[in-house]
Each structure stands twice: as C-alpha cells, then as structure tokens.
C-alpha cells in the first residue's frame, strides 16, 4: 500500500514539473489582476499540459505497438516505469539552433 501511495505521489510531482516547466514565463506567477483572466491563464496551463500529455501517450504507445510488431515484447516491468509525463524532449523556450552546413 505504501509503496503505490508513493507511485501516486511521483505521477503528481511529475504532472506538476511538467505545468511549472509550461509556466516559466514571469518565474510562473500569474499575475493577472482579474479572476477571470487567472482562470484563463491557468485554463490554457491545463490545456497545455494535456496536449502533451496526449501527444506523449500516442507516441509511446506508437513505440510499443511497434516493438510488438517486430516481435519484441516489452516486458511489464519496464513499461511500468514509462510515463507520458515528460517533457524534456520538448523545446519550451521557442530557441532554436540549427547545425551550419
């Protein structure tokens, strides 16, 4: 019991890194002074990290359909560990930098 308490308790610190990682601009206050407008904000924050989330999802699941394919079963073991929460892979700031020729 304890330890899927603490499996809980990882997905929800991670589900919150992926908003604070959303939410860097203004070091992620919302400063809105309406109530309607910090709805909005955090609205769209939400969106966003479902968005990824989803995108995050099919394309694991996209990997594992594929390996299946190809006859190499991954084991339960391992895709217990496998989490659509990331999002290091994910280029936030909008930088981009392109290898000269």
Same mark, same amino acid.
């Given at each position: 019991?304890?330890r899927?308490?603490?499996?809980?308790?990882?997905?929800?610190? #991670?589900?919150? #890194?992926?908003?604070? #990682?959303?939410?860097?601009?203004?070091?992620?206050?919302?400063?809105?002074?309406?109530?309607?407008? *910090?709805?909005?904000?955090?609205?769209?924050?939400?969106?966003?990290?479902?968005?990824?989330?989803?995108?995050? @999802?099919?394309?694991?699941? =996209?990997?594992?359909?594929? *390996?299946?394919?190809?006859?190499?079963?991954?084991?339960?073991?391992?895709? #217990?560990h496998?989490?659509?929460?990331? $999002? =290091?892979?994910?280029?936030? @700031?909008?930088?981009?930098? $392109?290898?000269?020729?």
């Amino acid at each position: 019991l304890q330890r899927r308490a603490q499996i809980g308790l990882n997905k929800g610190e #991670a589900h919150h #890194a992926l908003k604070r #990682a959303i939410s860097f601009h203004r070091r992620g206050e919302i400063r809105d002074r309406s109530a309607e407008g *910090q709805h909005y904000r955090i609205a769209g924050m939400n969106l966003l990290a479902a968005i990824i989330i989803f995108w995050n @999802t099919m394309k694991l699941g =996209e990997v594992v359909a594929n *390996q299946k394919r190809d006859g190499k079963l991954l084991s339960p073991d391992l895709l #217990a560990h496998v989490s659509p929460l990331g $999002w =290091e892979h994910i280029n936030l @700031t909008g930088e981009y930098r $392109w290898p000269k020729p």
